[in-house]
């Protein structure tokens, strides 16, 4: 691809976040403000589903098998 083309790809994305919500309406430091709280949501929310999700999923697995006639794990004598 172009870098043009990228580029203008990533100002449309840009366009079409703007948009979506509504922050083209707020005055500079509001938008500033505005993304501030919503990258740091979105990074918290990525970062609980990299740290909690694969543990649930081991549980839930690990529960299931056992409903399901899974072969408990012994330790070792």
Known sequence: MDIKRVKDYIYWLYYQYLLITCSYVLEP??????????????????????????????????????????QPESTVS
């Open 29 to 70: 430091w509001e938008q500033s403000m505005f993304h501030t709280i919503t990258v740091t949501v979105f990074a918290m929310v990525v970062y609980t589903a990299y740290v909690f999700v694969p543990i649930h999923v081991r549980l839930a697995f690990e529960f299931f098998s056992q409903i399901f006639g899974g």
